[in-house]
């Protein structure tokens, strides 16, 4: 059985959920082999989580110089890892810093890139949406190992054990990739909520939340359902909140499992970064608003009434 390389994400020592979901569509195409790249002592910290969910090998490249720069040595360490291990494919999550990864493995390697893949097949074909949204189409690489990123929380990860034998790497790095070097770090300040990209919930309000100020009716609905916050581009154009937590087309592309849109329209720049989410709810007190043609399940009502309800029904169930 073929190999398929998942490029490990982790941070604090833990391995990100978006990971074990690499590994778990590496599965349904071959044998999946995590590879490991970061500052000495990565590997030893997440070793265990990764046999729990299937890895065959963890390819160890550790070096200062991996960490110390930005993300040119990275992709020249997994390129020579393909190059030797001919994989039947190479997956990523589709985080900017990891797509420019892909791209330039891609590159090295002669082969075809995939981006933003909601479904990975067997045979490493994908389903991707593009155009906004507006179509969703299958690909398939048409020669070389396939290179493909996918976005979060689009496989539910499963456990699987796995040997996770330890594959050392020597990390040879070349001086081009050394041009563009990490001088500092900003660790941004984080508070309990789940980050946007990996949370398999998320409440986004809009222009019909009306303020700033409004928005902790959607704080309370998110942290009831321990949620991640987003929003519509109306709401943080507006200043209600930072332009991070913009969910569409030009913020935060997302897919998770629950996508509760409170007080959207629904126009097609924000449909564009969420439409892939499992279910849909829908609040806005326009019946002829757009989401609900996206929506699986729609309530029309004025947000203040219907969102602190099921806030309190939610927090009832939980007790």
Known sequence: MAEVLVLVDAADGAVKKSTLELLTAARSIGEPSAVVIGAPGTAAAVKATLAE?????????????????LVAPKAEVLASIAGQSSPAAVLVSST?????????????????????????NDDTSVVQSIFGGA???QSKVGSGVPVITVRANSVAPSAA???????????????AAKGAKVVDRVVEAKGSRP???????????????????????IEALADSLGAAVGASRAATDAGWVPHQMQVGQTGVTVS?????????????????????SKTIVAINKDPEAPIFELADFGVVGDLFNVAPQLTEELTKRKG
């Not at 990996?198 to 902790?216: C, K, L, P, Q």
């Not at 849109?261 to 439409?275: E, F, T």
């Open 96 to 120: 900017p810093e990891n797509k420019e990864i892909a791209a330039r493995v891609a590159f090295k390697l002669g082969s075809g890139l995939l981006t933003d893949a909601v479904t990975v």
């Open 195 to 217: 980050a946007l990209t990996d949370a398999s919930v998320i409440v986004s309000g809009g222009r019909g939340v009306g303020g700033a100020d409004n928005f902790s009716v």
């Open 256 to 276: 998770p499992q629950l996508y509760i849109a409170v007080g959207i329209s629904g126009a097609i720049q924000h449909r564009a970064g969420m439409q892939t």
């Open 135 to 137: 179509v969703t189409v």
């Open 161 to 175: 054990e796995g040997a996770a034998d330890e594959v050392p790497v020597n990390v040879e790095v070349s001086d």
């Open 53 to 69: 969910y299937g890895a065959a090998k963890v390819y160890v490249a550790e070096s200062d110089d991996l960490d110390g720069f």
